[in-house]
């Protein structure tokens, strides 16, 4: 029996192809939405990738949620926490609303998925958590306070829990993107992409969100137990740690 994949965002972008990479390497795959139920029924029809929708920012349902993909295809094995949201202001205009919505998805959203499916893994002695963090939460980034919080918060999270989960069988590594080529960033002005973004990419362009799901698959695999606490920084050499 193949194992168990919850993708959160799962439906669109990275998350998309992440859902996709993990199907083609043998999973039982469950993606997860919050709010585009038009884009999770055509993601369905073209993959065959079931759709569950809930907002990882609600603790309650979360744990609905889970249950119900657990119900539909078993024990959750891996979980890729990779629902996010942005924001966007400098701090000065940032409002109490915009913080906490963030910090409510993108941080509080890792606790809310994991807290239920952590007990069911060390039961079993097996786990794989993958949170998607960002470059941003590694650097910090101009009007994204808000973001760049949480992600580095994700850090934070991931290193803590893995040595919790080591010992039961459980790793739990993160995975930081630069910018890479979805629908939302290719809608950027050409100009402002050209000429201020794509310089500052050693690489000289945007990444692949197939590229972030391979990353993915390599840390979900059942070889890579040895793997923990780790951060890849896949970002095309705009910035090290």
């Given at each position: 029996?193949?194992?168990?994949?919850?993708?959160?965002?799962?439906?669109?972008?990275?998350?998309?192809?992440i859902?996709?990479?993990?199907?083609?390497?043998?999973?039982?795959?469950?993606?997860?939405y919050?709010?585009?139920?038009?884009?999770?029924?055509?993601?369905?029809?073209?993959?065959?990738?079931?759709t569950?929708?809930?907002?990882?920012?609600?603790?309650?349902?979360?744990?609905?949620?889970?249950?119900?993909?657990?119900?539909?295809?078993g024990?959750?094995?891996?979980?890729?926490?990779?629902?996010?949201?942005?924001?966007?202001?400098?701090f000065?205009?940032?409002?109490?609303?915009?913080?906490q919505?963030?910090?409510?998805?993108?941080?509080?959203?890792?606790?809310?998925?994991?807290?239920?499916?952590?007990?069911?893994?060390?039961?079993?002695?097996?786990?794989?958590?993958?949170n998607?963090?960002?470059i941003?939460?590694?650097?910090?980034?101009?009007?994204?306070?808000?973001?760049?919080?949480?992600?580095?918060?994700?850090?934070?999270?991931?290193k803590?829990?893995?040595?919790?989960?080591?010992?039961?069988?459980?790793?739990?590594?993160?995975?930081?993107?630069?910018?890479?080529?979805?629908?939302?960033?290719?809608?950027?002005?050409?100009?402002?992409?050209?000429?201020?973004?794509i310089?500052?990419?050693?690489?000289?362009?945007?990444?692949?969100?197939?590229?972030?799901?391979?990353?993915?698959?390599f840390?979900?695999?059942?070889?890579?137990?040895?793997?923990?606490?780790?951060?890849?920084?896949?970002?095309?050499?705009?910035?090290?740690?």
């Amino acid at each position: 029996m193949s194992r168990v994949a919850l993708v959160t965002g799962g439906s669109r972008g990275i998350g998309a192809a992440i859902s996709k990479a993990l199907k083609e390497a043998g999973y039982s795959v469950a993606a997860n939405y919050a709010g585009n139920d038009t884009a999770a029924a055509a993601f369905t029809e073209e993959t065959g990738i079931p759709t569950y929708k809930w907002s990882v920012a609600d603790y309650d349902a979360c744990a609905e949620g889970i249950a119900k993909v657990e119900a539909d295809l078993g024990p959750v094995d891996v979980l890729v926490n990779n629902a996010g949201i942005t924001r966007d202001a400098m701090f000065h205009k940032m409002t109490r609303e915009q913080w906490q919505e963030v910090m409510d998805t993108n941080l509080t959203g890792l606790f809310n998925m994991t807290h239920p499916v952590w007990p069911g893994m060390r039961n079993r002695k097996f786990g794989r958590v993958i949170n998607i963090s960002s470059i941003n939460g590694q650097k910090g980034q101009a009007g994204q306070a808000n973001y760049s919080s949480a992600k580095a918060g994700d850090l934070g999270f991931t290193k803590s829990l893995a040595q919790e989960g080591a010992r039961a069988g459980i790793t739990v590594n993160a995975i930081c993107p630069g910018y890479i080529g979805t629908e939302m960033v290719r809608a950027i002005d050409e100009k402002v992409l050209n000429e201020r973004i794509i310089p500052q990419i050693p690489v000289g362009r945007l990444g692949e969100p197939e590229e972030i799901a391979r990353c993915v698959v390599f840390l979900a695999d059942d070889n890579a137990g040895f793997i923990t606490g780790s951060t890849i920084s896949a970002n095309g050499a705009q910035f090290f740690v």
